[in-house]
Structures are given as structure tokens and as C-alpha cells.
Nanobody, 124 residues
């Protein structure tokens, strides 16, 4: 059972940048598929970016070219670099992990069993 802890959220002006981190407790972290999701008030959970164990990545159309997902297996940490932030990016951001899922399902929240507690991002 992997535990995930997000950090790095905060308030930023439109056009600014933030980098989110998600630290994992499981030493087998490098074999997991990992994703970032977000939920704005009154809206459904949305897949933002995902990466599988082979390093293949997927992004939501709304963040392509602005957000970058990466991971450091040695540190068991997942990152989300967010540039050119927009007010529409305001949401609670969650990281998620699952040992093995299909690459094309990386942005589907129901594929993941393990979730962090979330970190708030506010863009004004």
C-alpha cells in the first residue's frame, strides 16, 4: 500500500508558475503508473497528466504545452511543473498511483487506487 503526499500548491497570479511535488512511501514506486488530477469547486475530477512506468506521458488538452509531468525514481517523487497558469487552473490537485494500468487510461481517475490528500492551487 503506497502513501502519497502532495506539496507545492499556493496562490499565484495569472501567467505565473508553480511546481507540485508528490512524495511516495513505496520503494517500488518506479514501477507504478502515476497521475495528476484536479477538481475545481462544483466540477468533476479531471485528469491533468499521467506517466507510466516506461515513461510514456499523457496530458489533458487544456494543459498541453503549459504543464510538464516528471518523476524522480531515486527520490520516489512525482512532479508537475505548471507554467503560464490561468484562473481556470484553480483547483485542488491530487496525485494518484496504481501499479499497472494501460497507457491510454492514465487520465482516468477510476483506474487508480492510491491517492494523496491534495494541494490547493489558486490562480488570480
Amino acid at each position: 500500500h503506497v502513501q502519497l503526499v502532495e506539496s507545492g500548491g499556493g496562490s499565484v497570479q495569472a501567467g505565473g508558475s508553480l511546481k507540485l511535488s508528490c512524495a511516495a512511501s513505496d520503494y517500488t514506486y518506479s514501477t507504478y503508473c502515476l497521475g495528476w488530477f484536479r477538481q475545481a469547486p462544483g466540477k468533476e475530477l479531471e485528469g491533468v497528466a499521467g506517466v507510466d512506468s516506461a515513461g510514456r506521458k499523457r496530458y489533458a488538452d487544456s494543459v498541453k504545452g503549459r504543464f510538464t509531468i516528471s518523476k524522480d525514481n531515486a527520490k520516489s517523487t512525482l512532479y508537475l511543473q505548471m507554467n503560464r497558469l490561468e484562473p481556470e487552473d484553480t483547483a485542488m490537485y491530487y496525485c494518484a498511483a496504481e501499479p499497472r494500468i494501460a497507457w491510454w487510461t492514465l487520465l482516468r481517475d477510476n483506474e487508480y487506487r492510491y491517492w494523496g490528500q491534495g494541494t490547493q492551487v489558486t490562480v488570480s
